[in-house]
């Protein structure tokens, strides 16, 4: 499931400080990243069930490279997946009304968190 029109998708912003506002937001960044690539994850647990859900924000590199200091990134549309042990994560079926309000506050979390510093142009 995508998150579409969030106005987190097109976002520019330096991989430092693009670390901290994630960590901030509660966001982490897994294992899925490469010199090009990077996902951040937020992780649902759901107890009674056992099921576990990931709200992504993936981002690719315009400018140097992931966890380069000159690093810029742009952020992607984000998307919700729920796992299935030991087979892996499903993005396209129906998922838990909560898991969804949850995922856009979320989103909205971030995206005020990310309005309150300024886009970065990379230099042409």
């Known amino acids: 499931m995508q998150f579409n029109l969030t106005g987190i998708e097109g976002r520019v912003v330096p991989f430092r400080l693009l670390e901290d506002i994630m960590a901030k937001v509660g966001f982490i960044r897994g294992g899925a990243w490469d010199y090009e690539r990077v996902t951040y994850d937020f992780k649902f647990e759901k107890k009674q069930t056992g099921d576990v859900y990931y709200l992504r924000v993936p981002g690719v590199a315009v ?16 998307y919700l997946g729920h796992h299935y042990y030991p087979h892996g994560v499903e993005y396209d079926e129906v998922f838990p009304d909560d898991i969804v ?6 989103l909205k979390v971030l995206k005020e968190t990310l309005e309150e510093i300024k886009d970065y142009v990379p230099e042409t």
């Not at 400018?63 to 984000?78: A, D, M, Q, Y």
């Not at 309000?101 to 979320?106: A, G, K, L, P, V």
Request: a negative charge; proline letters at 5%.
């Open 63 to 78: 400018k140097g490279e992931i966890e380069g200091s000159n690093c810029i990134v742009k952020l992607g549309v984000p």
């Open 101 to 106: 309000e949850t995922s856009e506050e979320r």
